[in-house]
């Protein structure tokens, strides 16, 4: 016999103190901290064993095999927002093991079964009371006195639970999943059953997961019940993931055209808003208004070496003639760059838009300047730019400290200073509040609201950081010189006065 830990010390050990070693436990029932070892928690005898497995009755050992040791690299690429494929099937993978194979969820489990079995009882027992009238007056005495009591067998119950688990992973690695990164003083805590069900939800909706994989970094993902979902290894290597945008390895052209084809466009962009967010907030994502030509749909979104545009105009909703039959229904363009390099083009496919994404941009057409898009985790520079944020802006903003921060800066501000009539500036004056910007690492912009006697215009528009929206022209992009001489004036095209 052996003590098999249900939670890995792989796991636990990202809640160790490196200065003692030992992690801050604490017990449920006595409400105690103690100091523990990660070899003496979260273990039972022979856990990995089960004989309803005649053949190999350590069928949950082996599966946890797969998976544990890759589990710290993939945490470690998690926690810089550079999991590859591997990493997040590593991560899924114990995740299935943590959410149904704890002593916690089988106990669970058993009483769930117990209330389905209880429920059956009665009819089962009339049943048989109809079918052999013999036992009438048994059944009803039985039923009336509670003598026929559910006993669900535990260990039928971890079998049925540990034969889902290649579901479970499959099911878990293709939901979108959350990444949340804890920098206060309220550390992630974990447990003898960690993956936990977030409480309060109707049972007609999907069920919300929340994972701690250390003190500062958790997962957190809806299971939409509704969605079809690959159920096998097959079915996974064929099934277009949202995850090929960021062209991993063996990712070719046709590839994307599957999946823009099979998740439309709503998906795909709040994807790609969230993965470019990760790198910088909103620069990286150019949803201005005055940078397009007028389209319903136009933005720009970039992450490191890739760069995602996305389009759609009144005549694409509407379908046209002169692109083939894909034309002729509702669809929409998309444009990827790799290293500069077109990998796929605006004129390379029409791609039909889902019936939901057809009705939103519908309603954007039928009530202009009406909708504000608001996207979790994916604001953009029009968001930024929004009226209740430009005092934000000028009051707060930060001055770059070099000539690399100005290049990267996301806001330009230009101010003019204009003395009220009668009276002059003093350079001195503009000399000392430049000095105290500097000093303090603001704007001088929000030092000029402290002079007196003058009147200050402040022009907010997109800086240099800010990534160059790529509009759906008909020209070739390389072949568009004229763009390539307004490469710098761009930034002028949206402004706003203050």
């Given at each position: ?5 249900f ?12 200065a ?27 856990w ?13 050992g082996?599966?946890r ?14 926690r ?15 995740w ?5 194979c704890?002593?916690?969820w ?6 769930v ?10 009819l089962a ?9 013999e ?24 079998a049925?639970l ?13 939901q ?6 804890n ?27 929340f ?6 970094l ?6 939409d ?39 439309s ?19 990286n ?10 389209k ?19 005549g ?16 929409w ?9 077109p ?25 202009p ?5 608001r ?12 009226e209740?944020?430009?005092?934000e802006?000028v ?6 400290a070099?000539?690399?921060d100005?290049?990267k ?25 430049l ?8 704007t ?33 992009r ?21």
């Amino acid at each position: 016999m052996a003590k098999d830990h249900f939670v890995a010390q792989t796991y636990l050990r990202q809640w160790v103190n490196p200065a003692t070693d030992k992690m801050r436990g604490y017990g449920k029932r006595t409400g105690k901290e103690f100091p523990c070892a990660t070899d003496n928690v979260c273990r039972e005898w022979d856990w990995d064993v089960n004989p309803r497995f005649g053949d190999n009755p350590r069928l949950m050992g082996d599966f946890r095999k797969i998976f544990e040791p890759q589990w710290r690299p993939a945490v470690s690429a998690a926690r810089v927002s550079q999991m590859s494929i591997d990493d997040r099937f590593a991560i899924a993978g114990y995740w299935a093991l943590l959410t149904t194979c704890t002593p916690s969820w089988h106990r669970n489990a058993v009483q769930v079964a117990n209330k389905q079995i209880a429920d059956f009882i009665p009819l089962a027992a009339r049943h048989l009371a109809k079918e052999k009238p013999e036992y009438q007056e048994f059944v009803e005495d039985a039923l009336a006195k509670g003598k026929i009591q559910p006993n669900s067998d535990l260990l039928d119950i971890k079998a049925m639970l540990t034969q889902q688990l290649t579901q479970t992973t499959f099911l878990l690695y293709q939901q979108d999943w959350v990444i949340i990164r804890n920098d206060t003083e309220a550390a992630f805590i974990t447990s003898d059953n960690p993956s936990s069900v977030l409480p309060r939800r109707p049972f007609s909706q999907g069920l919300v997961r929340f994972l701690p994989l250390a003190p500062d970094l958790a997962l957190l993902t809806a299971i939409d019940p509704k969605l079809q979902r690959a159920a096998n290894i097959d079915d996974l290597a064929g099934k277009p993931c949202r995850h090929w945008l960021l062209k991993p390895d063996g990712v070719r052209k046709e590839h994307i055209e599957r999946l823009a084809t099979d998740m439309s466009w709503s998906l795909l962009e709040n994807y790609v808003r969230w993965v470019a967010n990760e790198e910088a907030f909103a620069q990286n994502i150019n949803d201005l208004a005055d940078e397009g030509t007028g389209k319903l749909l136009e933005l720009t979104v970039k992450y490191k070496n890739l760069e995602w545009s996305f389009s759609c105009g009144e005549g694409d909703l509407a379908g046209h003639e002169g692109g083939g039959e894909h034309s002729r229904v509702p669809h929409w363009h998309f444009q990827m760059y790799v290293d500069g390099r077109p990998f796929v083009r605006y004129n390379d496919y029409h791609l039909p838009l889902s019936e939901a994404d057809a009705g939103f941009l519908q309603f954007m057409r039928d009530h202009p300047g009406k909708v504000h898009r608001r996207l979790a985790g994916g604001a953009g520079m029009s968001e930024v730019f929004h009226e209740s944020m430009l005092e934000e802006l000028v009051a707060k903003g930060r001055s770059g400290a070099s000539d690399e921060d100005v290049e990267k800066a996301p806001i330009k501000l230009d101010t003019i200073i204009m003395a009220d009539p009668g009276t002059t500036i003093r350079g001195e004056d503009v000399y000392n509040l430049l000095q105290a910007a500097r000093a303090e690492g603001v704007t001088a912009t929000s030092k000029m609201r402290g002079l007196k006697n003058v009147t200050v215009r402040t022009t907010v528009s997109a800086g240099p950081g800010v990534v160059r929206q790529a509009p759906r022209s008909g020209r070739k992009r390389g072949r568009d010189q004229e763009a390539v001489r307004r490469d710098r004036a761009w930034r002028e095209q949206q402004k706003r006065e203050i």
